[in-house]
């Protein structure tokens, strides 16, 4: 009788430590509740949609948007989707609305593309499945418009390359689009989505000087050189996630579903080729810091102030990458000593 009630208040601890966890992955990405009976956010009008676009004010203000809330099962799509492609980038669009200076993204699938390790190309096949995608979604009264494309950027962060530049502009020809990208090896590392939301500026606007502050992030060598080239001519957005009452019911089936294996496995063993290729890109970067030295001890140029920037940029890189190696130590020690000595102390209990 001891034994089975103790079994008993296990299951419950495991069933509470779930729903706890649950919470956890909510509010590292910031997923919040809309109106549990009207779900607002969900509810399209498209009268309302035509007046917005017929005005056009994104057109007067380059910056006219700021903001883009992505549903939980959306970003969940994106994700899966992102992770399914290992080193190889996808694409998808994004269905939605526009409400003010704000994109909502509702939901998000999947295109037929052919993507390698740098670039992805949507062809004519992806065109045709589109077109039907959208027919079927009418003919079960889902009117959402596409807002915009995500694709994956495996292992170098969230930005615009050249080519992504390119295609955004063209996408911005046809209407008020969206360009979204997912890191999915910096997510499975940092334990929250990594994702960037970008709109890219007219071709006669100049940005203001000094305009941007994004945050600092880690480029690998191989991009860095793209990633400067093109950061004048976008601008990123305010990403913020929302979950409406399905959506939280779906979260939990799939939560329930998969919670064993989302306890078990490890960022250090899932992602170790991510991890290793930032170590060794971390030491070449050391490596060609190294060299700048010994030039500029030999007469070179000099930074003025005193300040070596590439320095503090390898600092911070090393920090980051540190940072996610303790943050998954310290995840399997905690796992250790909460589930190690379940099964031999239940093994304990029978014998007795």
């Not at 889902?142 to 170098?156: F, L, T």
């Not at 360009?179 to 939301?197: C, F, H, L, N, Q």
């Not at 939990?252 to 992602?271: A, D, G, I, R």
């Not at 003025?304 to 190696?325: A, F, H, M, N, W």
């Amino acid at each position: 009788m001891e034994s089975s009630q103790k079994a008993w208040g296990n299951s419950i601890h495991l069933s509470n430590s779930t729903t706890f966890r649950l919470s956890i992955l909510e509010l590292e990405n910031l997923v919040k509740l809309v109106d549990a009976h009207r779900d607002a956010l969900y509810t399209y009008e498209d009268a309302e949609q035509k007046v917005i676009r017929d005005d056009e004010p994104w057109k007067r203000d380059p910056h006219y948007f700021q903001n883009v809330r992505i549903s939980a099962v959306a970003l969940l799509k994106m994700v899966m989707h992102a992770r399914s492609g290992g080193s190889l980038e996808v694409m998808g669009l994004m269905q939605g609305k526009l409400a003010g200076d704000t994109f909502i993204v509702t939901d998000a699938f999947r295109l037929p593309v052919e993507g390698t390790e740098t670039r992805v190309n949507a062809g004519e096949e992806a065109n045709e499945y589109m077109i039907q995608y959208l027919e079927l979604c009418r003919a079960n009264h889902r009117e959402e418009n596409i807002v915009g494309w995500y694709h994956s950027h495996p292992g170098y962060g969230c930005w615009l390359s050249g080519i992504d530049v390119d295609t955004q502009i063209a996408q911005q020809l046809q209407g008020p689009m969206l360009a979204v990208v997912v890191d999915p090896d910096r997510t499975i590392s940092a334990g929250k989505v990594e994702i960037g939301a970008f709109r890219t500026f007219p071709s006669d606007y100049k940005p203001p000087a000094g305009r941007g502050g994004d945050d600092y992030q880690t480029i690998p060598l191989s991009k860095i050189e793209d990633f400067g080239a093109h950061a004048s001519q976008y601008y990123s957005l305010e990403i913020s996630h929302f979950k409406s009452s399905l959506d939280s019911h779906l979260l939990e089936l799939l939560w329930n579903k998969y919670w064993v294996s989302t306890l078990s496995q490890s960022p250090l063993f899932t992602n170790r080729e991510y991890s290793n290729k930032q170590m060794l890109d971390l030491s070449q970067k050391i490596r060609n810091a190294e060299r700048s030295m010994q030039a500029n001890s030999r007469g070179g140029p000099h930074r003025p102030g005193g300040k070596d920037t590439q320095l503090e940029k390898i600092v911070r890189d090393s920090s980051k990458i540190t940072s996610e190696e303790l943050t998954g130590l310290l995840a399997g020690e905690i796992k250790a000593k909460l589930f190690n000595g379940v099964g031999a102390a239940a093994r304990g209990e029978i014998i007795a």
